[in-house]
């Protein structure tokens, strides 16, 4: 009869301690900025998910944002790096929209960006 209890026992202390008990990993990003920031944070990762619309043709700034996006691709991990390829927006972005995605890919990727 003590086995029995001890047995019950020692169930019970492992299904009630939060060290040995399973459940979901509350993960994700945690470090979403808030206010201001959290706008351009969103702005950002709706130009790298190219959820916006960008115009067809390319403009003078090609050269200038060609620069800033190679960085930007080459600071990605690898796995993002096979999906997204950042290139494609060279010359379609406004200022706005490329410092929003340099902001979002510091946050959501820890890249230090490098202001000149």
């Given amino acids: 009869m003590l086995?029995?209890?001890s047995f019950i026992l020692l169930i019970?202390?492992?299904s009630f301690n939060p060290l040995f008990s399973s459940g979901g990993f509350?993960?994700?990003?945690s470090q979403i900025p808030q206010g201001q920031d959290r706008?351009?944070?969103?702005l950002g990762k709706a130009v790298y998910n190219k959820e916006l619309e960008f115009p067809a043709t390319v403009n003078d700034k090609e050269v200038d944002q060609l620069d800033r996006l190679e960085f930007l691709q080459g600071s990605l991990p690898n796995t993002e790096k096979k999906r997204v390829n950042l290139l494609d927006l060279a010359g379609k972005l406004t200022k706005e929209q490329i410092d929003a995605l340099e902001y979002f890919i510091s946050i959501r990727f820890?890249?230090?960006i490098n202001k000149k």
Avoid: C, D, T
């Fill in 3 to 5: 086995k029995i209890i």
């Fill in 12 to 14: 019970l202390f492992f």
């Fill in 26 to 29: 509350g993960g994700g990003i």
């Fill in 39 to 42: 706008e351009k944070y969103h």
């Fill in 110 to 112: 820890n890249v230090k």
